[in-house]
């Protein structure tokens, strides 16, 4: 049987991207990786969005979404607001004054240095994902930043985990660390057999 090793996905390249629509109500807009282009003649962009996602539901139904080129510069907010709270209990536009393209749904003008807007004419399931298969009804390119890859939010953009910060005790002598909260009067360093005194707390 062939050796499947799944670390291999994450050798494929994705760029990063807010897929903005709405459901007539109110708008809606999610971070996504898998934006692809099938054809050149006539172009076709597939869209791949997790089914249980709300953006999901709100193009299904209403056959159009914009895709905004997230660029180099998106601050980490952009990833907060878009990728970790669903549209269904909070309106991710209510603290702007958003533009529109000719759809009437909502583009990045800052982060983004193009969008695309699609109409969909095919949907296929994948399970736990959906695949629209869209042409494109409008675009534009806003900007000449470089675009963000998924790769590059996680080298510069997402926040390291904090450092765990040492306790205990270190030798003076040759920095050995005894990771205790007391350090005995007796205790004596395995490394070069200094005793306590030899020791200081870390701060």
Known sequence: ???????????????????????????????????????????????????????????RASGKMNVCMLTESAPFSVFEKFGFQSGRDTDKFADCTPLRSENGLIYLPHYSNAYISLRVTDYIDFGSHGCFVAEIAESAVLSNEDSMTYAYYHKNVKPKPAAKKAKGYVCKICGYVHEEDELPDDFVCPLCYHGAEDFEPIN
């Open 1 to 59: 049987m062939a050796n499947i090793d799944n670390s291999a996905l994450f050798k494929i390249g994705y760029g990063l991207y807010v897929i903005t629509s709405s459901d007539g109500v109110r708008d809606n807009g999610m971070i996504a990786n898998t934006v692809v282009q099938l054809t050149s003649n006539p172009v076709k962009i597939a869209v791949t969005l997790n089914k249980a996602t709300h953006t999901h539901d709100i193009v």
